[in-house]
């Protein structure tokens, strides 16, 4: 079992900067993949940003260049720092975990943009 803790969301102005942490903890060897991702308006969640724990990253084109995910393998965390922040991106963001082919999930975090 994993458990997924997230946080640093909050409220921004438009044109700033947050930065996301999920800490996982539980009982495994090693996480697959770390992720970020938040809650489409039709088809369920959407990728934001992933890491394996090699370091590969993927990112969501609408992020590219303003994001940018990060990994502490010591520390099983993983950081979504978020730039140049626009309305568009208010969601809830949530946390992934893969784990010998399960899928864990966080609680959320919420991510408000202003004008």
């Known amino acids: 079992q994993v458990q997924l803790v997230e946080s640093g969301g909050g409220l921004v102005q438009a044109g700033g900067s947050l930065r996301l942490s999920c800490a996982a903890s539980g009982s495994f060897f090693s996480i697959n993949a770390m992720g970020w991702y938040r809650q489409a308006p039709v088809n369920g969640r959407e990728l934001v940003a992933a890491?394996?724990?090699?370091?590969?990253?993927n990112y969501a084109a609408s992020v590219k260049g303003r994001f940018t995910i990060s990994r502490d393998n010591a520390k099983n965390t993983v950081y979504l720092q978020m730039n140049s922040l626009r309305l568009e991106d208010t969601d809830v963001y949530y946390c992934?975990?893969?784990?010998?082919?399960?899928?864990?999930w966080g609680q959320g975090t919420q991510v408000t943009v202003s004008a």
């Open positions: 992934n975990a893969k784990v010998s082919g399960h899928n864990y």
């Open positions: 890491i394996t724990n090699y370091g590969s990253t």
